[in-house]
């Protein structure tokens, strides 16, 4: 097994605005796995905020590389125990080489991912678009431009609330609010409920991590679940979640992987909470893996790629929230 990267630079068609900052462009590693002559493709975006850095990505594959190039694996989920302990800490990078497995065992057998997992096509959920923070004039904008059926609106503080209501004004799509942990806990549940009368179908994150115990679930209602993000990144912190949170956000980055983020699946399925697919600024490598999860969400948020404008991969298309696989095994995702 031969293990290698190359590194691109991902352009977004617009500034993208959250409560950790702006950024017009995201750079990202794309990792192959070939072996038998069939290549696996797998994606660690860089994230500032959470200390994923293109220098650090480079480094640690290059100390890893030579050793898992000899690792015996029959399923990639033997390759993940593997490479774990030498990768722990270094998630985005683990993701990578798992999902490069993961689609190169497609290729090996000649079936997609998804029909591995034995899921059926037509349980996927409609994918949201992701409006970043600006002005009114700017989300209404973004909107207009990118008609989506469901909106997830990144908001910075309680003070925005009076954004959402001049947007849903405008528009009356499925709205979905996404705080990245920016609220303050004394408002909490009184933007909670000003956000429930602007039929908003989902809060996503509302507190910082470590600030959770100031969420009651016994004050939420089945039709706005409260979901975790930043407070449930592996499948350690999905049964602690359930105290404060209605479902939680996986990423595969976050986690790990396609083999980490089932196990969270299945966790947290059997303890009732929702699920959703979530994902970062990334190319359609990254997409198309998570994307082979999607019958098995409640929600999904993988418009990544179609926030860019120069996605160095194809694969998955996700086309106004309509998620749409290719005939391809594997993940279906291939570079330019």
Same mark, same amino acid.
């Given at each position: ?9 991902? #352009? ?12 017009? =462009?995201?750079?990202? *590693? ?18 500032? =905020? !959470? ?23 029959? $399923? ?17 990078? !683990? ?52 008609? $989506? ?12 609330? #009076? ?19 920016? $609220?303050?806990?004394? =408002?909490? =549940? #009184? ?38 993000? #930043? ?10 979640? *359930? ?9 595969? @980055? ?35 893996? @998570?994307?082979? !999860? ?7 948020? !993988? ?34």
């Amino acid at each position: 097994m031969k293990l290698s990267f190359a590194t691109y630079r991902l #352009e977004l068609k617009d500034t993208f605005t959250i409560s950790h900052g702006s950024y017009e =462009y995201r750079d990202t *590693m794309i990792v192959e796995l070939e072996r038998d002559g069939i290549k696996g493709y797998g994606e660690a975006t860089v994230i500032p =905020y !959470l200390g994923v850095s293109l220098e650090g990505l480079k480094k640690k594959f290059n100390e890893v590389a030579d050793t898992l190039s000899t690792a015996d694996w029959a $399923w990639p989920e033997d390759l993940w125990k593997i490479a774990e302990p030498k990768l722990r800490g270094h998630s985005f990078l !683990l993701s990578a080489i798992d999902c490069a497995a993961w689609d190169w065992f497609g290729k090996k057998k000649g079936r997609s991912v998804r029909g591995i997992l034995k899921m059926k096509d037509g349980s996927t959920p409609i994918s949201s678009y992701t409006i970043g923070y600006g002005t009114f004039e700017e989300m209404k904008r973004k909107m207009d431009a990118a008609p $989506w059926s469901i909106y997830k609106i990144k908001l910075s503080s309680r003070n925005d609330l #009076e954004l959402v209501k001049k947007l849903r004004e405008t528009n009356d799509a499925v709205f979905r609010i996404d705080a990245n942990g920016s $609220w303050d806990p004394h =408002y909490l =549940y #009184e933007d909670y409920s000003t956000l429930k009368d602007l039929n908003v179908d989902l809060i996503e994150q509302p507190l910082p991590v470590g600030m959770e115990n100031n969420l009651d679930k016994s004050r939420h209602s089945s039709s706005v679940p409260v979901i975790a993000d #930043e407070s449930c990144s592996r499948p350690g912190d999905v049964a602690k979640c *359930m105290q404060w949170f209605d479902g939680i956000n996986i990423k595969l @980055m976050k986690c790990g992987g396609i083999t980490p983020a089932l196990e969270m699946i299945r966790r947290a399925k059997s303890l009732g909470l929702k699920v959703m697919g979530g994902c970062m600024t990334e190319s359609s490598v990254g997409i198309s893996a @998570m994307a082979h !999860l999607s019958p098995l969400f409640d929600y999904v948020d !993988l418009d990544g790629a179609a926030l860019l404008s120069n996605d160095p991969a194809g694969g998955v298309v996700v086309d106004r929230g309509n998620i749409e696989f290719p005939d391809t095994p594997g993940l279906g995702c291939f570079l330019k």
